[in-house]
């Protein structure tokens, strides 16, 4: 792993990605105050996805409502 400041970056941006593209990790630093890190390009994500080993039940809830939701919308826009 190397590190190199911004102008030094900005300046040989060329020569430092094919330096990554060679495999190396490069960390950009702001005086001497890591800001980003540079690596390689990953074909394949290290994040994978798993299945759930049961199903998940999920519960159905039901409810009536005495007045009707447009009216309360329009209660509540008229205090405004």
């Not at 994500?45 to 809830?61: E, F, I, Q, T």
Request: aromatic share 4%; glycine share 2%.
């Amino acid at each position: 792993m190397k590190t190199s400041n911004i102008s030094y970056f900005k300046t040989h941006i060329s020569q430092e990605l094919r330096a990554v593209r060679a495999g190396e990790h490069i960390i950009i630093m702001d005086r001497y105050t890591p800001v980003a890190e540079v690596i390689p390009h990953r074909e394949k994500s290290m994040l994978s996805v798993r299945l759930p080993k049961a199903k998940l039940a999920l519960r159905r809830l039901s409810f009536t409502v005495k007045t009707d939701p447009l009216d309360t919308l329009m209660e509540e826009r008229a205090k405004r």
